[in-house]
């Protein structure tokens, strides 16, 4: 069996989204999604100039010796571009197995572990008020886990909070736009919304937050600590993971749970983390960590460490990545919780799924292969459209982490 061709597509239904489509010899073709949120040129060069050229007669069939060759074989590891490279093509080619084995992708994985996958929604407003409210409707719409993010009074543009109500886009212009952040604003706010949130609804669903990198790892362990009566499921991204010895400083002073991992890209960057038992959650998904060969050795790492997974679900990751990311999760032993941000209608359309959502958790479907697939003749209705995450800065100026 023999790899015929290996296609680039880029669309842009509502956003970009980068998909790899290869074929083989046997008329079967695996897609793998490449999309690397605001930089998504620079993986279509890497797959188009780099790696298709090597991919061309190939045996498909050998999936772990392909992510070998392109890993080692580039000499230049790890890395966004890379590893969301090696992602696209290794998530193509499992397409491809569990097409050929007539078996959805969960059962080569190793059969279910689970019968639908728990899901937490995005709940936020511009302030306190209005995000109590989008948590209320969550809770309408059947979720059981919610995250809540709010503005801050005093803060432009906080992380998190978007402008439709169940969807949330954050690369929304052709430069980045500037946001604004105060840590002490942020943290004389946030308690208060959870301490709402509890007061209302009480303690029967998950409430999670993404501190989304703007901590110092002595403000992360306050927020974490002052966030202790309200049991949150998890406290995300609560510092950047660069020095992975500042969670020790954070785990020392709160038991809130940790979550972290949506911008590593191998179980390099997660290894201490997990080994220290410095985190609850590992974030890492398909797409950001070369695939479901890498990424199951994250979780299996995980596990022996009772960490345990939640896959990175924003609607940057395309719905090839979500279901793919339910397959793994439908099979993963040490399953956590899945984000699952709604794509647009246009999105659906382009990308047609056999995934769906009832009570609070989505089902992966039936379909042999990841149940995902690509219309291209839709697709090419939606060219590219240069679109970036905003930038942060402190109210001096300085520069801050988005
Ligand atoms: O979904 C989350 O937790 C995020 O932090 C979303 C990220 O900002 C988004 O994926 C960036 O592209
Ligand atoms: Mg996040």
Redesign the pocket.
Known sequence: MKIVSAKVIVTCPGRNFVTLKIETDQGVHGIGDATLNGRELSVVSYLQDHVVPCLIGMDPQRIEDIWQYLYRGAYWRRGPVTMRAVAAVDVALWDIKAKMAGMPLYQLLGGRSRDGVMVYGHANGSDIAETVDAVGQYIDLGYKAIRAQTGVPGIKDAYGVGRGKLYYEPADAALPSVTGWDTRKALNYVPKLFDKLRATYGFDHHLLH?G?HRYTPQEAANLGKMLEPYQLFWL??VTPAENQEAFKLIRQHTVTPLAVG?IFNTIWDAKDLIQNQLIDYI?STIVGAGGITHLRRISDLASLYQVRTGC?G?TDLSPVTMGTALHFDTWVPNFGIQEYMRHTEDTDAVFPHDYRFEKGELFCGETPGHGVDIDEELAAKYPYKPAYLPVARLEDGTMWNW
């Open positions: 993404d989304h995300e991204d949506e974030r990175h924003a």
